[in-house]
Each structure stands twice: as structure tokens, then as C-alpha cells.
């Protein structure tokens, strides 16, 4: 079960639910494809043994050459299989440093707190482990509908949307490093695949979304060597050799026991 309160827990599970009807429609479906294509690219030269993925959509993880993949789900009514992981996001009932490849696809504007995942997904990576983050782009051709009147009416122009330089400075609190941006889904007509492949040549951030690799880059404590110290001197002790010259001062000013000899 989740170990979120009862009312995040419904309220995550509804954002989840309408974040899987669109990508179950048309557009969804369009858009997915071609981030999929964008994203092949990118992680299909990664190897690893375990990888989780944070999606509503079709999974992305088999592009990767992982031997164990999970998915996640918020309530165990959404769990594809008995190995999903069902629990609360910003609580992975994980290990430290257990993870090579965290995927999250378009769940940062649906979570109530993104900043506590990007921070678990820290948690769980190995270093130098590889986070994949899947967004909708602020400045893309998609914008003008997200800040149109129908933004609060369909999702998922009614989520929060993030820039990749807002989460460009998130991801470096938590030890990550962007390796690459990429852009994509400039247009989701099915016969828009030739703009597609023009406008992804020159990678302008004009598309429907974005891409992010970054690498995980733990910093590690390195122990300072002890400061040298040099060893002190043994010295004479000036009491017992000021003892010694007073007493020979003594010896010597005292007045001899037998009688001088006088030469007649």
C-alpha cells in the first residue's frame, strides 16, 4: 500500500488516471512516439542491472540494455505486475545507491512535491548512474495553448509546466550533472515526421518537449591528512644542571681539610 496520506494519495491517483487517458488518445500517442525516437538515441548505449521508471505512458525502459526494470505506481489499483513499485514518491522503499538508470516521464508536473523525488532518485542512484527526465517544454509551440484560457480545463495544460534551467539548478543540489538536452515533438500531425527530423537537427527549444540526460556525480569526503607535528626536542633539565654547576662553585670555594704546605 502507499504510505502517502489518504488525501495526497486520491489526489496523486486522479492526476495519475488523466495522465493515462492522454496518453492513451491520439495526441498522447503521437507525442510519446516521438519522444521515443528522440530518446532511443540517448539511452539505448547505457548497461546496467537495475532501472525504475515514473511513467503514465507505455514504458520507455526496454530501449535500454537493463537486465531488471521496474515501474512505479502511486496505488496498487495502477501496478502493471507484481514486481511495479506501489508507494509513495518521495519514499522509495529502496536502498541507497541501488539504481543505474531512473527514468521520469512526464511526472514532475503531476507529484505534489517534484523537488522530493529528484531527491529520492539522488538517494537510489549509483554513482555516476544516468537520470532521463521527460518534460513539457515552457517555451515550446505548446505554450500558447498552457497559457491560453483552456489551461485549467485539460490536462496537461493544467499542470505546473518546468524550464530545463529551473531544473537545471534542482538537479545540481542533488549531486546531478546535464550531460544533454534534447528537444523534440515539434509538431504532432502524423505527416509532420520531415519538420520533425529538420527542427531536431538544429535542436531548438521549440518543441511540445524536452529531453534531459544528467549524470549522477556524488561527492565524496576526502580525508585530510593530520597536520605534522614535529616531534619535540629532549632537552637537559636546567634545574639538575644549574644544580650541578652550583654545587661544584661550592666544592671548589670550600676551604681544604689538611694544612697547607709551606716550603721553608
Known sequence: MSNLPSAQTLQLAERYERAQNFWGKRPGRALWRFERACLGPVIEPLIGLHALEFSAAEP?????QMRHSMRWAAVRGHAESSSTLVCDPSSLPLEDECLDLVIIHHLLEVVPEP??????????????????????????????????????????????????H??????????????????????????????????????????????ILARRKRLRMIPLKPRFVPRLMIRPNPIGLNACRQRCENVRHQPSEHPSLVEE
Open 60 to 64: 520507455l525502459l526496454p530501449l535500454a
Open 166 to 211: 529551473r531544473l537545471k539548478d534542482w538537479l545540481a543540489f542533488v549531486d546531478f550533472e546535464i550531460e544533454r538536452v534534447d528537444y523534440c515533438a515539434f509538431s504532432l500531425s502524423p505527416h509532420g515526421g520531415g519538420w520533425e527530423s529538420l527542427l531536431r537537427r538544429y535542436n531548438l527549444p521549440f518543441g511540445h518537449s524536452f529531453v
Open 115 to 164: 523537488h522530493h523525488l529528484l531527491r529520492e532518485a539522488a538517494r537510489v542512484m549509483l554513482d555516476h548512474g544516468k537520470l532521463v527526465i521527460i518534460g513539457w517544454q515552457p517555451l515550446g509551440i505548446g505554450a500558447l495553448r498552457y497559457l491560453g484560457p483552456k489551461r485549467n480545463k485539460s490536462f496537461p495544460f493544467d499542470q505546473k509546466w518546468r524550464s530545463v
